[in-house]
């Protein structure tokens, strides 16, 4: 079965730092990727999902991930972050329809 | 725009106690998902379902578990007999495929057991 990693468990910055989240899952062949933000308190929201096609992707509120398949890697990235990005992160894939999410990382930024 | 509604929002129950939580998948989506968030915790799978059946299960759906659709619109969870343990957030989702497709999240109903 599939499982997904999300190294960075807390990740804490400045706004206008630049973000990378790091996602891998364990096994390829043909994936769905799929990165979802948690804010305090609210549902999870798609920021962006990768089924095909150009490996960058980009999603919601300027963030963008890169699907690296020789890496099992779907990073996410944001340029510069805001006070707003705070939040918790989670990577998913979906194995036969059901998503299998990674732990998921907090993000703090501070103003 | 199309969303996933879940009753209620927060529900807190006595140990042993049986609970609904109801929810209300968009409505030409033919796949639906309950997922339970532990606080804290990560996102987990409990069961799929299509075609008025279960397509799969995890080990955490266990005899104390069922999911309905009793009409055209709403898909429910049933916990016959709560434990302490399933206090949790636990998230509806329903899709229109089952894969290459984006599933739709509801707000979640909180799931306290005192």
């Known amino acids: 079965a599939q499982s997904v990693s999300q190294h960075n468990h807390h990740v804490i910055l400045s706004e206008a730092a630049s973000l990378e989240l790091g996602c891998n899952y364990s096994y390829g062949g043909t994936v769905n990727l799929f990165w979802y933000v948690q804010y305090p308190g609210q549902h999870l929201q798609l920021l962006l999902k990768y089924f095909s096609g150009d490996p960058l992707v980009k999603g919601i509120k300027g963030f963008e991930a890169e699907f690296i398949k020789s890496k099992f890697s779907f990073n996410l990235r944001k340029p510069s972050v805001q006070w707003s990005d705070t939040a918790e992160y989670f990577c998913?894939?979906?194995?036969?329809?059901?998503?299998?999410f990674g732990t998921g990382t907090r993000l703090q930024v501070f103003p | 725009e199309p969303e996933v509604t879940q009753t209620p929002s927060h529900q807190v129950t006595q140990m042993g106690q049986e609970v609904i939580l109801r929810c209300v998948p968009i409505?030409?989506?033919?796949?639906f998902y309950w997922y339970r968030q532990i606080l804290g915790q990560k996102v987990e799978f409990l069961v799929s379902?299509?075609?008025?059946?279960?397509?799969?299960k995890s080990e955490i759906f266990d005899d104390q578990f069922s999911v309905e659709r009793p009409d055209g619109s709403n898909f429910t969870l049933k916990i016959r007999s709560t434990k302490l343990e399933d206090s949790a957030m636990y998230f509806c989702?329903?899709?229109?495929?089952?894969?290459?497709?984006?599933?739709?999240f509801g707000q979640g109903t909180r799931l306290t057991v005192v």
């Open positions: 379902f299509y075609n008025n059946e279960i397509s799969e």
């Open positions: 409505s030409n989506h033919l796949y």
């Open positions: 998913a894939v979906n194995e036969a329809g059901k998503l299998i």
């Open positions: 989702a329903s899709s229109d495929v089952a894969v290459n497709t984006e599933a739709f």
